[in-house]
């Protein structure tokens, strides 16, 4: 430890105390703590060796204060050292992370994604939770088992699927990947606004590639893609697609210009922009609309939706399943558009329309269907 760095007190109670102390003094006097500091809070909130209260005050005073690099770093690195992170034995693998607290705003078919890209000749893995404020929208794990999909795979059962040439895909829960972490949903229920959590749990990279691990999230405000740059490159992973997309997920409008930020080799960030015509995706709906849906039976809070999410999730494993039968319409859309994104960022073809081509090659022929399905429980 240098001469620059804080000393770090052993003992629990004193070291959140500490902390406590100079997040939690007010907007004008509150003062950053060091990543090494944001690490130890982080640790001791995850192995429980700090108070239930001390952690939710934390929590919510980093949060009001804002996080800065340092704080959002200690926090990830202490998630992922408590993490079960696995390498495949594949050279590459694509770590699709959209927010775990899911969607409400339409359907989603990015869980589908990762079987496209498999049925394309690249690896990919996603991973998320059942429920997860604020949204407790519909999450990768609710669409994926209503689509008879196995979310219960340990990182090693996974690996397994992805290093299959004929799966090449997986999906592993949170509670599998850090239980401590998946054991905190509780406490950031009761603290209601967004944690740092939130910002960082999607950058663990449960599964990695022996050569290369390339990361493709979402972001909606436009601060967002300096931190998740920062935050990629800490975690290790080579290559990374910050897309601006629909709920912060990886599918950007379907009918509006929009933008991604892109690194490669671990280099500088870049901004591409794009539009949906380049993918010869041409609709009028940014998204794929919601279906009527009966009303919530969990009485919640104004964060949650007021509909039925699990028939939310059921009708998204529907279109996703009829995209992949080649179905056209939004659905198949949009796992063009963001299947595209990807492919074109990993070298495979030089721009969206041929990349799109080979997605769309992917879906109409049925291999990727048949990728999918390799996954589904029997």
Known sequence: MSAAEPHINPDAKRAMRSYIQRVATGPEYSKDISFEEARDAMRHILNGTADPVQAGIFLIALRMKRETLDENGGSLQAIIDASDIVTADVDHVV???DPYDGYTRGLPVSPFLPAVLAACGLRAVSHGAEAVGPKYGATH?????????NVDLTPQQAVQQINHPDVGWSYIDQKHICPALHDLIPLRTQIVKRPVITTVEVLIGPVRGKIGT???TGY???PYPPVYEHLAKLS????SVFVRGIEGGVTPSLK?????????HGGAMTEVEIDPGQADVHQDVRAVPLPELEASKEKGDDTAAKFDIDQLANKAALAGLSALEGKEGPARDSLIYSGAIMLTHMGVKKDL???AGIIRAAIDSGKALKHFQKNRLH
Request: hydrophobic residues 40%; without cysteine; aromatic residues 12%.
């Open 220 to 222: 909606v405000h436009k």
């Open 236 to 239: 290790g992973f080579e290559s």
């Open 214 to 216: 390339h990361l493709m």
């Open 256 to 264: 509006q210009v929009s933008k991604y930020f892109e690194y490669r």
């Open 141 to 149: 794990r609710k669409v994926l088992r209503a689509a008879a999909i």
């Open 95 to 97: 770590d699709i992370a």
């Open 353 to 355: 329309k041929d990349s």
